[in-house]
Protein backbone atom coordinates (compact mmCIF):
# COMPACT_ATOMS: atom_id res chain seq x y z
CA UNK A 1 0.00 0.00 0.00
CA UNK A 2 1.77 2.94 -1.36
CA UNK A 3 -0.38 5.97 -0.13
CA UNK A 4 -0.28 7.12 3.42
CA UNK A 5 -2.63 5.32 6.29
CA UNK A 6 -3.85 5.81 9.47
CA UNK A 7 -6.56 4.44 11.81
CA UNK A 8 -9.04 4.95 14.35
CA UNK A 9 -9.99 2.62 16.59
CA UNK A 10 -13.58 3.42 18.16
CA UNK A 11 -13.24 2.09 21.97
CA UNK A 12 -15.29 4.29 23.70
CA UNK A 13 -18.13 1.99 24.52
CA UNK A 14 -18.98 1.11 28.49
CA UNK A 15 -20.81 -2.28 27.65
CA UNK A 16 -23.87 -1.43 29.99
CA UNK A 17 -24.97 -5.04 29.33
CA UNK A 18 -21.30 -6.77 30.24
CA UNK A 19 -22.54 -6.01 33.51
CA UNK A 20 -18.93 -4.55 34.56
CA UNK A 21 -16.65 -2.00 35.36
CA UNK A 22 -14.27 -2.89 32.99
CA UNK A 23 -14.61 -0.70 29.66
CA UNK A 24 -15.56 -3.36 27.37
CA UNK A 25 -12.50 -3.45 24.63
CA UNK A 26 -10.69 -4.59 28.11
CA UNK A 27 -12.25 -7.48 28.37
CA UNK A 28 -9.72 -10.13 27.40
CA UNK A 29 -10.08 -12.49 23.95
CA UNK A 30 -7.18 -15.54 24.17
CA UNK A 31 -5.68 -13.76 27.67
CA UNK A 32 -5.32 -10.39 25.69
CA UNK A 33 -7.83 -6.87 25.94
CA UNK A 34 -10.43 -7.05 23.08
CA UNK A 35 -8.92 -3.65 21.54
CA UNK A 36 -5.19 -5.00 21.43
CA UNK A 37 -6.08 -7.96 19.22
CA UNK A 38 -7.53 -4.92 16.76
CA UNK A 39 -4.33 -2.61 17.46
CA UNK A 40 -2.14 -5.20 16.09
CA UNK A 41 -4.13 -5.94 13.06
CA UNK A 42 -4.08 -2.19 12.86
CA UNK A 43 -0.51 -1.66 13.15
CA UNK A 44 0.49 -4.51 10.92
CA UNK A 45 -0.53 -2.66 7.63
CA UNK A 46 2.36 0.01 9.23
CA UNK A 47 0.00 2.93 9.31
CA UNK A 48 1.64 6.47 10.23
CA UNK A 49 -0.39 6.89 12.93
CA UNK A 50 -3.10 5.06 15.15
CA UNK A 51 -5.74 6.63 17.08
CA UNK A 52 -7.75 4.79 19.92
CA UNK A 53 -11.09 6.55 20.78
CA UNK A 54 -11.98 6.45 24.39
CA UNK A 55 -14.20 8.07 26.69
CA UNK A 56 -13.00 10.02 29.52
CA UNK A 57 -13.04 8.06 32.27
CA UNK A 58 -11.57 5.02 31.09
CA UNK A 59 -7.72 5.31 32.77
CA UNK A 60 -6.69 2.05 32.43
CA UNK A 61 -7.43 1.59 29.02
CA UNK A 62 -5.76 4.69 28.46
CA UNK A 63 -2.77 3.43 30.35
CA UNK A 64 -2.77 -0.21 28.54
CA UNK A 65 -3.27 1.23 24.84
CA UNK A 66 -1.70 5.08 25.32
CA UNK A 67 2.21 2.50 24.53
CA UNK A 68 0.36 1.92 21.06
CA UNK A 69 -1.48 4.51 19.87
CA UNK A 70 -2.12 8.12 20.24
CA UNK A 71 -5.44 8.92 22.16
CA UNK A 72 -8.22 10.96 21.68
CA UNK A 73 -11.76 11.31 23.93
CA UNK A 74 -15.05 11.13 22.70
CA UNK A 75 -16.92 13.42 25.38
CA UNK A 76 -20.53 12.47 24.14
CA UNK A 77 -21.63 9.00 23.92
CA UNK A 78 -23.15 10.11 20.59
CA UNK A 79 -22.99 7.08 17.87
CA UNK A 80 -20.13 6.28 15.95
CA UNK A 81 -19.83 8.92 13.58
CA UNK A 82 -19.20 11.28 16.46
CA UNK A 83 -17.03 8.77 18.24
CA UNK A 84 -14.58 9.05 14.17
CA UNK A 85 -14.97 13.13 14.44
CA UNK A 86 -13.16 12.89 17.91
CA UNK A 87 -9.91 11.58 16.17
CA UNK A 88 -10.20 15.00 13.98
CA UNK A 89 -7.64 16.27 15.97
CA UNK A 90 -5.47 13.84 16.31
CA UNK A 91 -5.30 13.55 12.33
CA UNK A 92 -4.94 17.27 11.60
CA UNK A 93 -3.64 17.58 8.33
CA UNK A 94 -3.49 13.97 7.40
CA UNK A 95 -5.01 13.75 3.82
CA UNK A 96 -4.01 9.68 3.13
CA UNK A 97 -6.60 6.86 3.58
CA UNK A 98 -8.07 6.34 7.16
CA UNK A 99 -9.24 2.94 8.50
CA UNK A 100 -11.82 2.87 10.91
CA UNK A 101 -12.45 -0.02 12.99
CA UNK A 102 -13.80 -0.74 16.08
CA UNK A 103 -12.20 -1.75 19.04
CA UNK A 104 -14.37 -5.01 20.31
CA UNK A 105 -14.55 -6.86 17.15
CA UNK A 106 -11.00 -8.87 18.32
CA UNK A 107 -11.60 -11.59 15.20
CA UNK A 108 -10.43 -8.84 12.21
CA UNK A 109 -7.57 -9.90 10.75
CA UNK A 110 -4.61 -7.89 9.11
CA UNK A 111 -5.18 -9.42 5.66
CA UNK A 112 -8.76 -8.20 5.95
CA UNK A 113 -8.22 -4.69 6.36
CA UNK A 114 -5.68 -4.62 3.87
CA UNK A 115 -8.01 -5.86 1.30
CA UNK A 116 -10.66 -3.10 2.04
CA UNK A 117 -7.81 -0.53 2.09
CA UNK A 118 -6.32 -1.59 -1.55
CA UNK A 119 -10.01 -1.39 -2.71
CA UNK A 120 -10.44 1.82 -1.65
CA UNK A 121 -7.35 2.66 -3.89
CA UNK A 122 -8.37 0.92 -7.63
CA UNK A 123 -10.40 3.78 -8.04
CA UNK A 124 -9.62 7.61 -7.19
CA UNK A 125 -13.09 8.25 -6.77
CA UNK A 126 -13.82 5.82 -4.57
CA UNK A 127 -14.43 7.92 -1.38
CA UNK A 128 -15.60 5.25 1.04
CA UNK A 129 -15.59 1.22 1.31
CA UNK A 130 -17.51 -0.46 3.98
CA UNK A 131 -16.43 -4.09 4.84
CA UNK A 132 -19.86 -6.21 4.10
CA UNK A 133 -20.88 -9.39 4.94
CA UNK A 134 -23.97 -11.74 3.94
CA UNK A 135 -24.99 -14.01 7.09
CA UNK A 136 -27.35 -16.92 7.26
CA UNK A 137 -29.44 -14.72 9.07
CA UNK A 138 -29.44 -10.87 8.93
CA UNK A 139 -30.81 -9.98 12.13
CA UNK A 140 -30.93 -7.15 13.06
CA UNK A 141 -27.88 -5.74 10.87
CA UNK A 142 -27.72 -2.63 9.31
CA UNK A 143 -28.38 -3.30 5.80
CA UNK A 144 -26.41 -1.94 2.72
CA UNK A 145 -28.79 -0.87 -0.70
CA UNK A 146 -26.58 -1.23 -3.59
CA UNK A 147 -26.98 0.65 -6.66
CA UNK A 148 -27.21 -1.04 -10.12
CA UNK A 149 -23.19 -0.49 -10.73
CA UNK A 150 -22.48 -2.51 -7.48
CA UNK A 151 -21.56 0.48 -5.77
CA UNK A 152 -23.34 1.31 -2.45
CA UNK A 153 -26.07 3.68 -2.22
CA UNK A 154 -26.60 3.58 1.42
CA UNK A 155 -26.74 1.66 4.56
CA UNK A 156 -29.90 1.35 6.92
CA UNK A 157 -29.84 0.89 10.34
CA UNK A 158 -32.25 -1.89 11.27
CA UNK A 159 -34.60 -0.07 13.60
CA UNK A 160 -34.90 2.92 10.50
CA UNK A 161 -35.55 0.22 7.78
CA UNK A 162 -38.87 -0.41 6.27
CA UNK A 163 -39.93 -4.09 5.26
CA UNK A 164 -38.23 -4.01 1.86
CA UNK A 165 -35.20 -2.89 3.50
CA UNK A 166 -35.38 -5.56 5.67
CA UNK A 167 -35.23 -8.17 2.99
CA UNK A 168 -31.61 -6.88 1.78
CA UNK A 169 -29.28 -10.04 2.58
CA UNK A 170 -26.37 -7.81 2.41
CA UNK A 171 -25.27 -6.29 5.76
CA UNK A 172 -22.57 -3.94 7.02
CA UNK A 173 -19.74 -4.91 8.38
CA UNK A 174 -18.55 -2.07 10.08
CA UNK A 175 -15.21 -0.95 8.88
CA UNK A 176 -14.44 1.67 7.16
CA UNK A 177 -11.82 3.08 5.09
CA UNK A 178 -11.94 6.44 3.57
CA UNK A 179 -10.60 9.31 2.17
CA UNK A 180 -8.57 10.76 4.87
CA UNK A 181 -8.50 14.81 3.30
CA UNK A 182 -12.60 14.76 3.28
CA UNK A 183 -13.71 12.24 5.95
CA UNK A 184 -13.54 14.92 8.87
CA UNK A 185 -16.02 17.57 6.96
CA UNK A 186 -17.85 14.66 6.25
CA UNK A 187 -18.78 13.23 9.38
CA UNK A 188 -19.42 17.15 10.57
CA UNK A 189 -22.11 17.08 8.05
CA UNK A 190 -23.66 13.76 9.33
CA UNK A 191 -27.39 14.55 11.38
CA UNK A 192 -28.94 12.22 13.86
CA UNK A 193 -31.60 11.81 12.33
CA UNK A 194 -32.49 8.82 13.35
CA UNK A 195 -34.26 6.39 15.52
CA UNK A 196 -31.24 6.35 17.77
CA UNK A 197 -30.69 10.19 17.39
CA UNK A 198 -26.90 9.98 17.33
CA UNK A 199 -24.58 10.29 14.28
CA UNK A 200 -23.85 7.20 12.15
CA UNK A 201 -21.05 6.12 10.05
CA UNK A 202 -23.59 4.53 7.86
CA UNK A 203 -24.32 8.29 6.78
CA UNK A 204 -21.12 8.77 4.90
CA UNK A 205 -22.43 7.31 1.39
CA UNK A 206 -24.85 9.45 0.82
CA UNK A 207 -22.56 12.48 1.75
CA UNK A 208 -19.19 11.29 -0.27
CA UNK A 209 -22.16 10.87 -3.11
CA UNK A 210 -22.90 14.72 -3.03
CA UNK A 211 -19.38 15.24 -3.33
CA UNK A 212 -18.54 13.47 -6.52
CA UNK A 213 -17.15 10.50 -5.03
CA UNK A 214 -18.63 6.98 -4.61
CA UNK A 215 -18.57 4.10 -2.09
CA UNK A 216 -17.96 0.60 -2.58
CA UNK A 217 -18.62 -2.87 -0.01
CA UNK A 218 -15.82 -5.11 0.83
CA UNK A 219 -17.37 -8.35 1.82
CA UNK A 220 -15.69 -10.24 4.56
CA UNK A 221 -15.97 -13.21 6.04
CA UNK A 222 -18.62 -13.03 8.67
CA UNK A 223 -16.80 -14.36 11.84
CA UNK A 224 -14.32 -10.91 11.50
CA UNK A 225 -17.14 -8.92 12.34
CA UNK A 226 -18.46 -10.41 15.13
CA UNK A 227 -18.90 -7.72 18.13
CA UNK A 228 -18.93 -8.15 21.91
CA UNK A 229 -21.62 -6.61 23.57
CA UNK A 230 -22.95 -9.27 26.33
CA UNK A 231 -20.70 -11.71 28.06
CA UNK A 232 -22.62 -14.45 25.96
CA UNK A 233 -20.74 -12.71 22.93
CA UNK A 234 -17.56 -12.58 25.13
CA UNK A 235 -17.78 -16.37 25.30
CA UNK A 236 -18.65 -17.21 21.34
CA UNK A 237 -15.62 -14.75 20.39
CA UNK A 238 -14.02 -16.76 22.84
CA UNK A 239 -15.00 -19.54 21.29
CA UNK A 240 -14.47 -18.73 17.47
CA UNK A 241 -10.80 -17.13 18.56
CA UNK A 242 -9.65 -20.58 20.14
CA UNK A 243 -10.79 -22.61 16.70
CA UNK A 244 -8.40 -20.33 14.87
CA UNK A 245 -5.34 -20.54 17.14
CA UNK A 246 -5.70 -24.72 17.35
CA UNK A 247 -6.52 -25.04 13.69
CA UNK A 248 -2.83 -22.15 12.70
CA UNK A 249 -1.32 -24.92 15.58
CA UNK A 250 -2.33 -27.76 13.56
CA UNK A 251 -1.29 -26.18 10.35
CA UNK A 252 2.17 -25.27 11.81
CA UNK A 253 2.80 -28.98 12.87
CA UNK A 254 1.46 -29.24 16.16
CA UNK A 255 -0.47 -32.15 17.20
CA UNK A 256 -3.69 -31.67 19.26
CA UNK A 257 -4.90 -35.17 20.40
CA UNK A 258 -8.41 -33.62 21.96
CA UNK A 259 -7.99 -29.88 19.90
CA UNK A 260 -11.93 -28.46 21.25
CA UNK A 261 -10.07 -29.03 24.76
CA UNK A 262 -6.94 -27.32 24.77
CA UNK A 263 -7.19 -23.30 25.78
CA UNK A 264 -3.93 -21.09 24.06
CA UNK A 265 -3.37 -17.64 24.49
CA UNK A 266 -2.75 -15.19 21.58
CA UNK A 267 1.05 -14.74 21.53
CA UNK A 268 1.10 -18.73 22.15
CA UNK A 269 4.52 -19.81 20.48
CA UNK A 270 4.47 -23.45 19.77
CA UNK A 271 7.06 -25.47 16.91
CA UNK A 272 6.46 -28.42 15.04
CA UNK A 273 6.24 -31.83 16.48
CA UNK A 274 5.30 -30.74 19.46
CA UNK A 275 2.42 -33.27 21.16
CA UNK A 276 -0.74 -31.46 22.96
CA UNK A 277 -2.39 -33.54 25.06
CA UNK A 278 -5.79 -32.73 26.36
CA UNK A 279 -6.85 -30.23 28.52
CA UNK A 280 -3.88 -28.09 28.40
CA UNK A 281 -4.26 -24.24 29.33
CA UNK A 282 -1.77 -21.77 27.64
CA UNK A 283 -1.08 -18.51 29.33
CA UNK A 284 0.72 -15.59 28.47
CA UNK A 285 4.42 -15.47 27.54
CA UNK A 286 4.62 -19.18 26.38
CA UNK A 287 7.30 -20.63 23.84
CA UNK A 288 7.21 -24.17 23.10
CA UNK A 289 10.37 -25.55 20.97
CA UNK A 290 9.92 -28.64 18.83
CA UNK A 291 9.67 -31.87 19.67
CA UNK A 292 8.28 -31.16 23.14
CA UNK A 293 5.43 -33.55 24.81
CA UNK A 294 2.64 -32.07 26.98
CA UNK A 295 0.75 -34.51 28.87
CA UNK A 296 -2.97 -34.17 30.05
CA UNK A 297 -4.55 -31.39 32.53
CA UNK A 298 -1.27 -29.01 32.24
CA UNK A 299 -0.90 -25.00 32.25
CA UNK A 300 1.91 -23.15 31.56
CA UNK A 301 2.58 -19.57 31.64
CA UNK A 302 5.52 -17.13 31.26
CA UNK A 303 8.01 -20.43 30.31
CA UNK A 304 10.00 -21.54 27.41
CA UNK A 305 10.29 -25.50 27.01
CA UNK A 306 13.44 -26.36 24.89
CA UNK A 307 13.63 -29.22 22.52
CA UNK A 308 12.50 -32.96 23.55
CA UNK A 309 11.29 -32.28 26.99
CA UNK A 310 8.22 -33.85 28.43
CA UNK A 311 5.93 -32.00 30.96
CA UNK A 312 2.93 -33.42 32.87
CA UNK A 313 0.31 -34.37 33.30
CA UNK A 314 -0.95 -32.13 35.67
CA UNK A 315 1.89 -29.82 35.94
CA UNK A 316 2.00 -25.97 36.09
CA UNK A 317 4.84 -23.71 34.86
CA UNK A 318 4.40 -21.15 36.15
CA UNK A 319 6.65 -17.26 34.77
CA UNK A 320 9.89 -18.30 34.88
CA UNK A 321 10.31 -21.37 34.29
CA UNK A 322 12.91 -22.27 31.50
CA UNK A 323 13.03 -26.20 30.97
CA UNK A 324 15.92 -27.62 29.36
CA UNK A 325 16.24 -30.18 26.39
CA UNK A 326 15.17 -33.74 27.13
CA UNK A 327 14.17 -32.51 30.79
CA UNK A 328 11.23 -33.82 32.28
CA UNK A 329 8.36 -32.33 34.68
CA UNK A 330 5.84 -34.71 35.91
CA UNK A 331 2.97 -34.94 37.50
CA UNK A 332 1.91 -32.69 40.51
CA UNK A 333 4.59 -30.16 40.00
CA UNK A 334 4.74 -26.44 40.16
CA UNK A 335 8.15 -24.42 38.71
CA UNK A 336 8.39 -21.00 39.10
CA UNK A 337 11.05 -18.36 38.09
CA UNK A 338 13.21 -21.55 37.88
CA UNK A 339 15.65 -23.11 35.36
CA UNK A 340 15.41 -26.92 34.83
CA UNK A 341 18.95 -27.90 33.13
CA UNK A 342 18.69 -30.07 29.75
CA UNK A 343 18.08 -34.10 30.80
CA UNK A 344 16.95 -33.44 34.72
CA UNK A 345 13.95 -34.61 35.96
CA UNK A 346 11.34 -33.47 38.56
CA UNK A 347 8.84 -36.38 37.96
CA UNK A 348 6.53 -36.21 41.05
CA UNK A 349 4.43 -33.98 43.56
CA UNK A 350 7.43 -31.27 44.27
CA UNK A 351 7.01 -27.25 44.03
CA UNK A 352 10.83 -25.47 42.56
CA UNK A 353 11.26 -21.82 42.92
CA UNK A 354 13.87 -19.41 42.44
CA UNK A 355 16.02 -22.08 41.77
CA UNK A 356 18.80 -22.56 39.31
CA UNK A 357 19.25 -26.70 38.34
CA UNK A 358 21.81 -27.90 36.76
CA UNK A 359 21.83 -30.43 33.72
CA UNK A 360 21.19 -34.35 34.37
CA UNK A 361 19.61 -33.77 37.87
CA UNK A 362 17.24 -35.74 40.15
CA UNK A 363 14.70 -34.28 41.59
CA UNK A 364 12.95 -36.41 44.21
CA UNK A 365 9.18 -36.63 44.88
CA UNK A 366 8.34 -33.99 47.59
CA UNK A 367 11.09 -31.76 46.76
CA UNK A 368 10.61 -28.57 47.99
CA UNK A 369 12.80 -25.38 47.13
CA UNK A 370 11.83 -23.08 50.46
CA UNK A 371 12.23 -19.94 48.77
CA UNK A 372 10.63 -17.38 50.98
CA UNK A 373 10.57 -16.40 54.52
CA UNK A 374 7.92 -14.38 54.49
CA UNK A 375 9.89 -10.93 53.49
CA UNK A 376 12.56 -11.54 51.03
CA UNK A 377 12.95 -14.31 48.09
CA UNK A 378 15.90 -16.26 47.92
CA UNK A 379 17.74 -18.75 45.52
CA UNK A 380 18.70 -22.76 45.23
CA UNK A 381 21.41 -23.39 43.17
CA UNK A 382 21.95 -27.25 42.19
CA UNK A 383 24.79 -28.66 40.20
CA UNK A 384 24.95 -30.96 37.66
CA UNK A 385 24.63 -34.18 38.10
CA UNK A 386 23.38 -34.01 41.57
CA UNK A 387 20.67 -36.25 42.86
CA UNK A 388 18.65 -34.92 45.23
CA UNK A 389 16.44 -37.39 47.56
CA UNK A 390 12.68 -37.93 47.82
CA UNK A 391 11.15 -35.30 50.83
CA UNK A 392 13.68 -32.79 50.82
CA UNK A 393 13.03 -29.33 51.92
CA UNK A 394 16.06 -27.26 50.12
CA UNK A 395 15.92 -23.91 52.46
CA UNK A 396 17.51 -20.36 50.62
CA UNK A 397 19.81 -19.37 49.74
CA UNK A 398 21.40 -23.01 49.46
CA UNK A 399 23.86 -24.35 47.11
CA UNK A 400 23.95 -28.29 46.72
CA UNK A 401 27.52 -29.18 44.45
CA UNK A 402 27.82 -30.65 41.27
CA UNK A 403 27.44 -34.73 41.58
CA UNK A 404 26.02 -34.29 45.05
CA UNK A 405 23.62 -37.01 46.92
CA UNK A 406 20.47 -35.67 49.25
CA UNK A 407 19.69 -38.21 51.24
CA UNK A 408 15.45 -38.37 51.47
CA UNK A 409 13.72 -36.67 54.40
CA UNK A 410 16.74 -34.24 54.23
CA UNK A 411 16.03 -30.69 55.39
CA UNK A 412 18.87 -28.65 53.93
CA UNK A 413 20.08 -25.11 55.06
CA UNK A 414 23.84 -25.21 54.37
CA UNK A 415 25.83 -25.33 51.57
CA UNK A 416 26.32 -29.16 50.34
CA UNK A 417 30.03 -29.72 48.00
CA UNK A 418 30.50 -31.43 45.19
CA UNK A 419 30.41 -35.11 44.90
CA UNK A 420 29.17 -35.08 48.78
CA UNK A 421 26.39 -36.87 50.69
CA UNK A 422 24.19 -34.58 52.95
CA UNK A 423 22.18 -36.15 55.63
CA UNK A 424 19.86 -33.99 57.65
CA UNK A 425 17.33 -35.99 59.24
CA UNK A 426 16.99 -37.38 62.96
CA UNK A 427 18.89 -40.60 63.47
CA UNK A 428 16.53 -43.32 63.33
CA UNK A 429 15.98 -46.15 66.62
CA UNK A 430 13.97 -48.71 67.16
CA UNK A 431 12.29 -50.28 70.25
CA UNK A 432 11.41 -54.08 69.94
CA UNK A 433 7.84 -54.85 70.37
CA UNK A 434 7.16 -51.76 71.10
CA UNK A 435 4.23 -51.81 68.15
CA UNK A 436 3.36 -55.07 69.65
CA UNK A 437 2.86 -53.98 73.30
CA UNK A 438 0.88 -50.77 71.56
CA UNK A 439 -1.84 -52.49 69.93
CA UNK A 440 -2.22 -54.77 72.67
CA UNK A 441 -3.24 -51.81 75.36
CA UNK A 442 -5.29 -50.58 72.55
CA UNK A 443 -7.13 -53.58 71.78
CA UNK A 444 -7.71 -54.18 75.57
CA UNK A 445 -8.92 -50.54 76.05
CA UNK A 446 -11.42 -50.55 72.98
CA UNK A 447 -13.09 -54.26 74.35
CA UNK A 448 -13.08 -53.13 77.62
CA UNK A 449 -15.15 -49.67 76.76
CA UNK A 450 -17.25 -51.84 74.21
CA UNK A 451 -18.25 -53.86 77.46
CA UNK A 452 -18.96 -50.99 79.38
Known sequence: MSKKLACIILAAGSGTRMKSDIPKPMHKIASKPMV?????ACAALEPEKIVTVIAPHMSEM????????AIAYQETANGTGGAALAAKQALSGFDGDILIVFGDTPLVRAETLKNIVELKNTDS????????????????????ALNDDGTLSRIIEFKDANDNERKINLCNGGIVCANGAHLFDWLESVDNDNAQAEYYL???????????YTSRVCEIDETETAGVNSRADLAHVEYMLQQRLRSRAM????TLIAPESVTFCADTVIEKDVIIHPHVVFGPNVVINSGVEIHAFSHIEGAIVHSGASIGPYARLRPGADIGQKAKVGNFVEIKKTKLGAGSKASHLSYLGDANIGNNVNIGAGTITCNYDGYNKFETTIGDNAFIGSNTALVAPVVVGKGAIIAAGSTVTSDVDDEALALARAHQTQKDGWAKRFKDIKQTRKETEERE
Do not use: C, W
Not at 62 to 69: A, D, M, S
Open 251 to 254: DKGV
Open 36 to 40: MHVID
Open 62 to 69: EKTVGEHT
Open 202 to 212: TDLPQIASRNG
Open 125 to 144: KTGVVFSGFTPDDPAKYGRM
